[in-house]
């Protein structure tokens, strides 16, 4: 029997004991529950996050995909959204927790709708965001069961990496113009320092993205030769790194020919 006959059924009973506004409201409370389930009221939300990839493009993950995952050097920063809807009423309550790899507790839990997190140390961290909404006495909860049925974002820092060129040529012919890192990856900190052979200090830079030395002083061209270059950095994964290294300025050389013009 269908719910409706049943319906029918019970307020053709009620017709002949009760009075109509006590009718009314016996039909009132068996409707009631129907009303509160209808998919339109039951607060959810669509978890997401937001980074810029290694050739500068925005991406967007949507969490509860399958397998979701993100990849990249340190340090990375991911913004990540909860994205709730059908909340007007109730009461909602976020938990972003951030779990290391072969670890069972998170090291970060945070508590905004929305938040941001810079991952500077190599590894994989899972993320998953609880969801709770109170509304009275009524509570809808999206939390261990939720996640036990899905996969946990993870997002993967690569491990460390640096390299220095030996030489560079800045003759303008937009190749190996500027002395900069060769290779790198997952640099936390990284400073390097230009010297001539006299040992006064040219030049000194912080970012490894950065443009590097263009092999002038104080706008002016230096002589073609050999210069010094310090350089101390830490990587993601805690490794690091100090060269001391001679640098060949090649003024003259002409890459398509391999050859030094006098």
């Known amino acids: ?4 006959t049943f319906l029918l059924i019970f307020v053709c009973y009620l017709l002949g004991k009760m009075k109509i506004n006590r009718i009314l409201l016996v039909i009132s409370l068996i409707l009631a529950p129907t009303f509160m389930l209808a998919d339109d009221d039951i607060p959810t939300f669509h978890p997401s996050a937001v ?5 500068g493009d925005e991406q967007v993950v949507d969490i509860l995909e399958d397998a979701p995952a993100i990849s990249g050097n340190a340090p990375l920063i991911v913004s990540f959204y909860a994205n709730p809807e059908n909340t007007v009423g109730w009461h909602p309550y976020f938990e972003w927790r951030f779990t290391k790899e072969k670890e069972t507790e998170p090291y970060i839990i945070r508590y905004d709708e929305d938040t941001e997190v810079t991952f500077t140390k190599a590894g994989t961290t899972s993320i998953v965001c609880h969801a709770i909404f109170t509304q009275n006495n009524d509570t809808i909860a999206y939390t261990q069961e939720f ?7 993870s997002v993967t820092i690569s491990e ?5 060129p030996n030489a560079f ?15 790198y990856q997952s640099l936390v900190k990284f400073k390097a320092t230009i010297y001539n052979r006299w040992g006064q200090k040219l030049y000194e830079w912080t970012d490894p993205a950065g443009d590097g030395w263009d092999g002038t002083f104080h706008g002016k061209d230096v002589a073609q030769g050999v210069y ?4 101390t950095a830490e990587g993601s994964d805690g490794i690091k790194y ?5 640098v060949n300025l090649l003024r003259g050389y002409n890459e398509d020919r391999s050859t030094v013009n006098q």
């Open 1 to 4: 029997m269908c719910l409706s």
């Open 228 to 231: 010094f270059c310090d350089v």
């Open 169 to 183: 040529s800045p003759n303008g012919d937009q190749r190996n113009d500027t002395y900069c890192p060769k290779t």
């Open 242 to 246: 100090h060269f001391r290294k001679d």
């Open 160 to 164: 460390s990496k640096l390299e220095m």
């Open 147 to 153: 996640w036990a049925e899905r996969t946990p974002l």
């Open 51 to 55: 980074y810029i990839d290694k050739d």
